[in-house]
């Protein structure tokens, strides 16, 4: 069974531009979460879809937003890029089983402002 | 709001015990996850908890206590392998969002 797959692994862009990121979430997984980990930060969260609907969103700017496909997958999208994005961005795939929930990672995308 | 701590760093001794804590005061409680980290990685699962108590999973097992908001990770026979961040995560909302502490740097030595 395929794990959850990100694309691309390295960004590395300018201030300004835009970006896109891809989360592929593992078969039967209908839940993508995104999150944003920095060295200063930890790991904080973006937000969260379900059957293409953004169920819970974190406290991030208006500049980040995502969407999901009918498929499961999900991207990320950051517009107007500045330096403080720079981070590693991962999602995590989720389900519920009963009373137990599942939640992997994918591998991440390591983007850098410059 | 939502409040998970967790010590910032931890060193042990290769072939001991090490519990690594955990409290949370959070607006609801729907489980609480462990991952671990390595450095350029992704996080790993480990454990989940839902319900009070020891889950025992190999070397590793993880306990709660709702009431009291707390949660530790147990590692037994610690390997060099083991050094890494292990982050604390309580879902707390009806979808699957994770709220993380910061993490806490786990060095095994010799």
């Known amino acids: 069974k395929a794990g959850v797959t990100q694309t691309p692994r390295y960004l590395i862009k300018t201030r300004g531009q835009q970006v896109t990121l891809s989360c592929s979430p593992i078969?039967?997984?209908?839940?993508v979460s995104w999150y944003q980990q920095t060295p200063g930060q930890g790991l904080q969260f973006l937000f969260e879809?379900?059957?293409?609907?953004?169920?819970n969103k974190g406290n991030f700017p208006g500049r980040f937003s995502g969407r999901q496909f009918s498929n499961s997958r999900s991207e990320m999208n950051v517009s107007t890029l500045e330096l403080g994005d720079s981070a590693l961005y991962l999602c995590?795939?989720?389900?519920?089983?009963?009373?137990?929930?599942?939640?992997?990672f994918g591998q991440g995308t390591r983007l850098t402002v410059v | 709001g939502q409040n998970i701590d967790q010590p910032t760093e931890m060193t042990a001794t290769e072939g001991a015990i090490v519990q690594i804590n955990c409290t949370y005061q959070t607006s609801g409680f729907n489980g609480l996850f462990w991952y671990q980290q390595h450095a350029g990685e992704a996080p790993t699962f480990l454990s989940y908890n839902v319900l009070d108590g020891l889950e025992e999973k190999g070397r590793f097992s993880s306990f709660l206590s709702r009431s009291k908001g707390y949660s530790y990770l147990l590692l037994k026979e610690l390997q060099m392998k083991d050094s890494a961040s292990y982050l604390c995560a309580v879902h707390s909302n009806s979808g699957y969002a994770l709220n993380f502490g910061k993490g806490t740097s786990l060095l095994v030595t010799p």
């Open positions: 078969s039967g997984h209908r839940s």
């Open positions: 995590a795939s989720s389900i519920r089983t009963g009373t137990n929930t599942e939640a992997f």
């Open positions: 879809y379900f059957s293409e609907t953004q169920r």
